[in-house]
């Protein structure tokens, strides 16, 4: 029993130290980004006007007659 205390203690510290650091370093790394490229939320840009209107588009062809293939049954 010692000796999992002994060798598991130290594991857990360093996962404690390590997920710290990795939480400083991003943090940091984050205040940095926003002072260097800063988010702007505005009001968007209305849409631009179309130039010309397009006419519509043309009606779909007609439905073509259904090909029926023969029935090999009906020759039975």
Known sequence: MGMVIIISLPLIFFCLLLGLGCYLLGRYKGRQEIRTNPEIYGVPAPPS????????????????????????????
Do not use: Q, V
Not at 50 to 61: D, E, G, L, T, V
């Open 49 to 76: 006007r179309p130039a010309a209107s397009f006419p519509s588009p043309p009606p779909p062809p007609p439905a073509a007659a259904p090909h029926n293939k023969p029935d090999s049954l009906a020759y039975a």
